[in-house]
């Protein structure tokens, strides 16, 4: 589909990627992008393998399906990379961000042949740093809109903090939180 970017999450039950794929369509739609955010469901339950997709236009998106040829990938749990093939149908000319601590060179050999770039984030860090705990979701959603730029760095903080604002209203120190993961990750993404 023309002028249409594609993103493929792959990660675990509540580690927040079918979350991020849906704060990502609702932060597009808001920016004036026609957008599908959505999850695969199957059998998942916690720490089970799951798979959101995202389609970010400014043409109208006649296609529903899963996406099978994704511009972007982004792997919520490393731990994945040994399991499931999450370069399946992914573009050469697109990017994987995979939240791994590791080197690129490590991960390599785990993206079976795979010839695209290849990013990383260490959202472990990040969210430890930012939020006290564990929660993947927000850097790697930061850190997939810097890779594939489906929206403007500025558009994409204010549109995050109003959806923060809202949801979080009672609990402003978890809105402070979140948005200095966003912006940390922009920094931390290699």
């Avoid at 369509?25 to 599908?36: E, I, L, P």
């Avoid at 720490?47 to 296609?63: H, M, Q, W």
């Avoid at 930061?142 to 209203?169: C, P, R």
Wanted: contains cysteine; charged residues 25%.
């Amino acid at each position: 589909m023309e002028n249409c970017v594609e993103i493929r999450w792959h990660g675990r039950g509540g580690q927040g990627a079918k979350t991020a794929a849906l704060l990502l369509a609702d932060v597009a739609f808001k920016t004036g992008s026609y957008v599908q955010g959505f999850p695969e469901y199957g059998p998942e339950r916690m720490g089970a393998p799951i798979t959101a997709y995202n389609r970010i236009s400014k043409n109208e998106i006649r296609v529903h399906s899963n996406i099978y040829h994704p511009d972007f990938v982004v792997v919520v749990d490393e731990g994945l990379l040994e399991s499931v093939d999450v370069t399946n149908g992914l573009s050469e000319d697109g990017a994987i961000l995979i939240n791994s601590a590791r080197d690129k060179s490590e991960l390599m050999p785990l993206l079976n042949g795979y010839k695209g770039k290849v990013y990383t984030i260490d959202a472990r860090k990040v969210s430890k740093a930012c939020l006290g705990k564990y929660f993947p979701n927000t850097p790697m959603l930061a850190g997939i809109v810097k890779v594939s730029g489906v929206m403007d760095y500025i558009e994409f903080m204010e549109e995050m903090e109003a959806s923060f604002n809202h949801k979080f209203s009672s609990k402003p120190e978890v809105i402070e939180g979140n948005m200095n993961a966003l912006k940390m990750a922009f920094d931390e993404v290699k």
